[in-house]
């Protein structure tokens, strides 16, 4: 008895000392990991220690909580106190993409279908997994080269990634010599450059001059599975603007290149959600190899094609289905002519290597159908411009009345149409008279912008801009004589008023500010926050949760223009310190018969800041 008595003695002191050892390593790493946060230092300041992200490692919660508490209201009792400095996320983490992250998926553990790419769409982190942490630029990191320059190379320390031009060395994607990156406007389709592969489609269509935008008609473009982006980027000269999409897949960083390059694109893919844009968005449509299986789901991705293109628009499909000659490619093509012929498209034209199919300009080949024929049409009650978090149906959109009788948009050829009032603006009880009068209105409000601006930037200064809440787009239209491109961001829960903006001949993308956005850090030059923070607020958002993301995606020495509630702008001064931001100007531009009498403008720079060991010349 008294040798089992000890035994079970000797059991639990081990069993204590393991439970202490294991409390002190936690301890240690604990309170180790907090103080060892320093803040992010400016441009040729002392070396920094490196913090990993509490979202990331899931270690420290503890700021994460109390951060969430804080709202935009001034509770302070002296107004004066600034906030504790953000620290830095460890460098691995320069190319977070919160919501698009493999590593929030394995520790999330979530069940996604690969086959579906799944694990490509969105998945954000909850709350209490957010990063808390400023995201630092990679070693060696400069200012941008400047457009149109940017086009053809940029530094290649500032996207560190070679492997894609080791992997399509020869498709001329992209070769690296010395300290950049070039790109000689090749693709997977189009190794001689894209210019002569866009003036080759011109031709099939029988345009103009061989010239893609056809007098003004075709103004909007998608470009699915666009890798590096030069056919968007060879079109801009056309005065074509294409809205170029690609998962962060296998060929990492694809997007981040194209935006690097000062190229409009955005990070996304064809899965199992609708795209986030309206219907009727796209007078044409491109795949390269994209490596998409149309076939799957009964069509569904190529009737989510079908959805956003406009009466009569185009889709361009140059893969060996169109052309080679083995049986399975023949198989796809057989399979893909019959899907795309009960949809009522038909053969625009077919040459060499790339077919074209238009889609019908009215409702008539729908209606001529037989009955049961698949795809079948949508039904009525499906709104074909819900697009956020809505799952795609395996069903033809039909058009309105409206377009059913003229027989397509009715849209003027650009750039007319930028300042015409679109016939959809019926859809939201607007007038001609009040779409003339809100762009006139920012207009006026962009000069003024301008005018805060002038002292810091010259003319190639800025080339990728937001305007975070779009409204009807006219803050874009108010900057088609600036050499720059703007995504226009319209809220997911306010009015859906992004297909005007692509009624205009301008492009942009559905947003939830309350979570991150689907682009890789230091992508824009400029944001353009209009009650971006006051809506938050409504919604119960972190506003620190939004200035951490909008420093994610500005890139350094890049501008923020917030037009805000007084207590709003009290709220980003208290913090400005913590993001090492500068203020640059600011108003209450009183003279402004459209302005709330609340709002202020507020003007800041992002300063440059790097990591130990980091520090080089910037341009």
């Not at 979202?55 to 107004?79: A, H, I, M, T, V």
């Not at 005018?451 to 200064?461: E, H, N, Y």
């Not at 223009?561 to 500068?582: G, N, P």
Request: charged share 25%; proline share 6%; hydrophobic share 35%.
């Amino acid at each position: 008895m008294r040798g089992r008595s000890d035994g079970a003695q000797k059991k639990r002191l081990w069993t204590f000392i393991g439970i202490g050892a294991v409390l002190v390593v936690f301890l240690y790493m604990y309170f180790g990991s907090k103080s060892g946060g320093e803040s992010a230092l400016e441009y040729g300041s002392r070396s920094l220690r490196k913090l990993g992200s509490s979202y990331l490692g899931g270690d420290d919660n503890s700021d994460l909580s109390s951060r969430q508490e804080e709202k935009f209201g001034l509770e302070d009792s002296d107004g004066g106190i600034v906030p504790k400095s953000f620290p830095v996320c460890d460098d691995r983490h320069s190319e977070l993409i919160p919501c698009l992250d493999r590593h929030l998926i394995y520790q999330m553990r979530l069940k996604l279908d690969l086959s579906l790419m799944e694990h490509y769409e969105r998945h954000c982190p909850l709350p209490e997994r957010r990063f808390n942490c400023l995201i630092p630029p990679p070693p060696g990191y400069k200012v941008p080269i400047k457009w149109p320059r940017s086009r053809d190379e940029v530094w290649k320390l500032n996207i560190p990634h070679t492997h894609l031009a080791n992997e399509k060395s020869d498709q001329n994607w992209m070769v690296v010599k010395g300290e950049k990156i070039v790109f000689p406007g090749g693709g997977t389709h189009f190794h001689y450059g894209a210019d002569k592969y866009i003036a080759l489609i011109a031709n099939m269509l029988n345009f103009t001059n061989d010239n893609l935008n056809d007098e003004g008609r075709i103004r909007t473009v998608f470009d699915v599975g666009c890798g590096v982006a030069s056919f968007g980027g060879y079109l801009l000269s056309s005065d074509i603007i294409a809205m170029s999409l690609a998962p962060n897949d296998v060929h990492q960083n694809q997007i981040q290149f194209a935006l690097e390059r000062g190229i409009p694109a955005y990070l996304g893919v064809l899965g199992t959600k609708r795209l986030p844009y309206p219907s009727r968005s796209f007078e044409f449509s491109h795949c390269s190899r994209c490596r998409i299986d149309w076939l799957q789901r009964d069509g569904i991705l190529l009737l989510e094609l079908d959805r956003v293109l406009r009466p009569g628009g185009y889709f361009a499909y140059s893969s060996p289905e169109a052309y080679a000659q083995d049986e399975e490619d023949l198989r796809i093509w057989r399979e893909m002519s019959t899907l795309v012929e009960r949809m009522c498209w038909r053969i625009a034209a077919k040459k060499n290597q790339t077919v074209i199919w238009q889609k019908p300009l009215n409702n008539d080949c729908y209606m001529e159908r037989p009955p049961g024929t698949q795809p079948p049409l949508c039904r009525s009650d499906n709104d074909p411009d819900a697009v956020w978090g809505v799952n795609m149906e395996a069903c033809i959109t039909p058009y309105s009345e409206h377009d059913h009788k003229v027989g397509g948009s009715g849209l003027a050829p650009w750039p007319a149409r930028l300042s015409s009032p679109p016939p959809r603006l019926a859809d939201f009880g607007y007038s001609n008279e009040m779409f003339e009068k809100d762009t006139e209105t920012w207009r006026q409000r962009v000069d003024q912008y301008w005018s805060l601006l002038s002292p810091k930037i010259s003319s190639d200064t800025l080339r990728n801009i937001m305007d975070m809440k779009a409204n009807l787009g006219s803050f874009a239209a108010a900057l088609k004589d600036k050499n720059v491109w703007v995504m226009n961001v319209v809220p997911k829960d306010g009015p859906n008023t992004l297909k005007i903006v692509y009624d205009r001949g301008l492009i942009g993308t559905t947003h939830d500010w309350c979570e991150a956005f689907s682009t890789y850090p230091r992508t824009y030059d400029l944001l353009h926050a209009w009650t971006v923070f006051s809506d938050a607020e409504k919604k119960g958002c972190s506003g620190e949760d939004l200035l951490l993301e909008i420093d994610r995606i500005l890139r350094p020495t890049g501008f923020v223009i917030i037009r805000d509630k007084q207590h709003v702008i009290e709220f980003v001064k208290k913090h400005l310190s913590a993001l090492h931001w500068e203020a640059v100007g600011s108003t209450d531009s009183t003279s402004d018969p459209e302005q709330d009498n609340d709002e202020v403008i507020f003007v800041v720079q992002k300063k440059l800041w790097l990591t130990s060991g980091s520090i080089r010349d910037t341009e």
